[in-house]
């Protein structure tokens, strides 16, 4: 089983940013569709991000285009999620899953099979 290792996660003002890391354990990210996903108290996982495995491909929710920004290094193994203007509903746990199918528009948690533990990214005044 391949495993994912989310950082960056913390507490920031509305208005600030972050910069998730999702980094492989034991294996190499380079072949894999990368997917972040979030998920907040009494709400279903969703999906927030994609980027195919050479990082020519991206998508992202509607809720964060303009904000957020997807970016891997497969020379580093790693991919990471920029956000920026982030506002109190962004806040949840981040997870980074694995896939080797292909990053679409509409992200189903059911097409990733290999998850990190998660981040929280907490955003309050």
């Known amino acids: 089983q391949l495993q994912l290792v989310e950082s960056g996660g913390g507490l920031v003002q509305p208005g600030g940013s972050l910069r998730l890391s999702c980094a492989a354990s034991g294996f190499t990210l380079h072949y894999y569709t990368i997917g972040w996903f979030r998920q907040a108290p009494g709400k279903e996982r969703e999906g927030v991000s994609c980027i195919s495995s050479s990082g020519g491909l991206t998508n992202y929710a509607d809720s964060v285009k303009g904000r957020f920004t997807i970016s891997r290094d497969n020379a580093r193994d790693t991919v990471w999620l920029q956000m920026n203007s982030l506002k109190p509903e962004d806040t949840a746990v981040y997870y980074c899953?694995?896939?080797?199918?292909?990053?679409?528009?509409?992200?189903?948690?059911?097409?990733?099979?290999?998850w990190g533990q998660g981040t929280q990214v907490t955003v309050s005044s």
């Open positions: 899953a694995a896939t080797f199918d292909s990053c679409s528009g509409y992200m189903s948690p059911s097409q990733y099979g290999d």
